[in-house]
């Protein structure tokens, strides 16, 4: 499996890419396998300030929904318009094409949990 060393991750499978004060967020590429084929991505908390931890939208795959946690506390600012009429492209390409949201991060947003790439290869044994 591919985890990018230039990205945090969190134990909730989520990625996190920080540019500044900007962070974009998608899933990791274990949670796409593990979810299976992508058929919806459902993010409706555009323009809100979301807390880290909370659910700020849910992913449906063939077999499942899961919820998608916030990796950290922000606004959030943009979401992929891609994935309304592309939600493939999260399987096809986690890391690029497929990423869901953009965080202004907030001055007190705590990011000490977020995991370095080693870390989460070594939380999903992989």
């Given amino acids: 499996m591919n985890f990018p ?14 540019e500044g004060s900007i962070a974009i967020v998608g899933i990791t590429d274990f949670a796409q396998k593990e ?7 459902d993010i409706t908390s555009l323009g809100e300030t ?9 992913i449906e795959a063939v077999k499942t929904v899961s919820d998608l946690f916030m990796p950290v ?5 943009e979401t992929n318009p891609t994935l309304d009429a592309n939600p493939e492209s999260v399987n ?6 497929g990423w869901m949201i953009k965080i202004e991060i907030s ?7 977020l ?9 999903v044994g992989a």
């Fill in 5 to 18: 060393a230039n990205l945090k991750y969190t134990k909730d499978h989520e990625w996190v890419k920080i």
């Fill in 35 to 41: 979810l299976g084929d992508i058929v919806y991505v």
């Fill in 50 to 58: 979301v807390n880290e931890g909370e659910v700020f939208g849910t």
């Fill in 73 to 77: 506390k922000g606004k959030i600012v």
């Fill in 92 to 97: 096809k390409d986690a890391y690029g094409a």
């Fill in 107 to 113: 001055a007190d947003a705590d990011m000490s949990h």
């Fill in 115 to 123: 995991l370095e790439a080693d870390a989460y290869s070594s939380l």
